[in-house]
């Protein structure tokens, strides 16, 4: 059993930028992909970005590309979302979730995840 717990969310600013960490409970973390997902009010829960487990690649939503940056740390069994340049449009509670899959398609998908951590919210005023 793998528990996630979310934190660094809060307001800020358009422009402004935010660093989330997601720790995980177990032994078994650097054997899951990690990714983050969001969801706004009113819409469904959108990819954000992942990590694999077994070949380390990163994959990006188009809308995030060039201003997120996840990363893992396996030693503290933790993964993060370093977010700049923020928009009022990445305004939503951030998941991070914990899949046993590695494929590049699969890892973009929430249904490939096992496991959720309860969110944290994040919002960019203008």
């Known amino acids: 059993q793998v528990q996630l717990v979310e934190s660094g969310g809060g307001l800020v600013q358009a422009g402004g930028s935010l660093r989330l960490s997601c720790v995980a409970s177990?032994?078994?973390?650097?054997?899951?992909?990690m990714g983050w997902f969001r969801q706004a009010p009113g819409k469904e829960r959108e990819f954000v970005a992942t990590?694999?487990?077994?070949?380390?690649?990163?994959s990006y939503a188009d809308s995030v590309l060039g201003r997120f940056t996840i990363s893992r740390d396996n030693a503290k069994n933790t993964v993060y979302l370093q977010m700049n340049s923020l928009k009022p449009g990445d305004t939503a509670v951030y998941y991070c979730?914990?899949?046993?899959?590695?494929?590049?398609?699969?890892?973009?998908?929430?249904?490939?995840?096992?496991?959720w951590g309860q969110g944290t919210q994040v919002t960019v005023s203008s």
């Open positions: 979730g914990a899949s046993p899959g590695s494929s590049w398609y699969s890892i973009r998908s929430s249904s490939s995840y096992e496991h």
């Open positions: 990590i694999s487990w077994s070949t380390g690649s990163i």
């Open positions: 177990g032994r078994t973390f650097s054997r899951y992909s």
